[in-house]
């Protein structure tokens, strides 16, 4: 391997990893503040023990996500000086608003969020949260707005390296439009199988029903609503997608051909490259609608995209590594439809008072807490590698981004490095989630009868 090559794998280990915990944050975030507002609404203290138990989940991850994050930026000054020397007037734009307004926001309504308790007056206090909520999504929306510039680049010329000349431009890219919804039902999705994977594993054993019974339908009715949402985003999304990189959506079909209709295969036994299938399930016109609209689209094929790619940009593989396209979008949709499909089926069986003794449901239900990790990842890994071999789309190849004058046992002993301190990080954060996860509730004791104070938290 070259320092290209190394600098792939050491972003895209460390990117997929942080990415783990972020719609975790986001979608936790949001149901810890509708927790907490049951709690305000209702006076139940087993909503008050659900919110102070979930909020502590939503601390490990929340501080574990910042900590792998700060590493992302640091890689482009590292191992890809020339991509930042390039795009760094446009890219950094999004990203210093995100850590001095969104970022900031969030972590300081955060810190009076968790000493805020007795202290504060209730109505603050619950503000407090759902600010935090608030500034998730909107550090999500900055840091996908500067994602969004490398699928498709706008507001910008080109004098040596990429000028901003229209910042609203950029903010109000297509593409994000179109990705941010996407990814906040997604993260809802996450936060949402979360809550129900913990509560699958205490009611499985009868344990504390008062406070996991309504986590787990909130949970799944959260996760029902990511789905949906994930779906109805993804159409558009899909849309923009073939709009803007037509190439990336036939490599998700590993559709070589340009076909009117254009089918899409659930699933296909053949050669790596996908010419020549064996065995496909196909349904028939489904990517013609995904990519236009109508069952009777067209949707060009790679072959006619490669070939209007060598008269525009020279000779060259304007391919993506396909087998990675065509099964990360079919892991991506299938494995967080699966994870609906628990959480529909134990919200379907919670109905009224009823609470199944079956052992292999709720194994289901804490199994699926990996369907929604895998199914971004995955997303993800599609996003990115489905760009290749763009770095920003139309304006500048990976190959030309790396850092040219760091050597190539620099980047391996800082892959080695970081793949082990990661993987560190895992088992504390693995080990911690188990460990609280599987603790009871706090109990809470009455001191007091006045409405802004009065109750203690006992762990």
Known sequence: MDALDLARWQFGITTVYHFLF????????????IMQTLWLRTKKQAYLR?????????LINFAMGVVTGIVQ???????WSAYSRFVGDIFGAPLAIEALLAFFMESTFLGLWIFGWERLPRGIHLACIWLVAIGTMLSAYFILAANAFMQWPVGFKVNGRAELTDFGAVLTNKVVLAAFPHTIAACWLSGGVIFVAVSAWHLGRRRNVEVFRPSLRLGAVAALIGAAG?????DTLGKVMTETQPMKMAAAEALYETAQPAPFSLFTIGTLDGREPIFRVEVPGLLSFLATGSFDGKVEGINDIQAAYEKRFGPGDYRPYIP??????RLMIGLGMLAALVALALLWLTRGDRLPRSRLLWRAGVWAVVLPFLAHSFGWIFTEMGRQPWIVFTQMFTRDGVSPTVPVTTVLTSLIVFTLLYGALAVIEVGLMIKFGRADPPVIEEVGPDEGEGLAFAY
Do not use: D, H, R, S
């Open 230 to 234: 994930t779906l109805l985003t993804g």
């Open 324 to 329: 990675i396209t065509y099964w990360g979008f």
């Open 73 to 79: 930026e640091f890689q482009f000054g590292m191992n």
């Open 22 to 33: 972020v719609p975790v944050t986001i979608g936790m975030a949001l149901l810890v503040a």
């Open 50 to 58: 659900a919110t102070k138990f979930w909020g502590k989940l939503f």
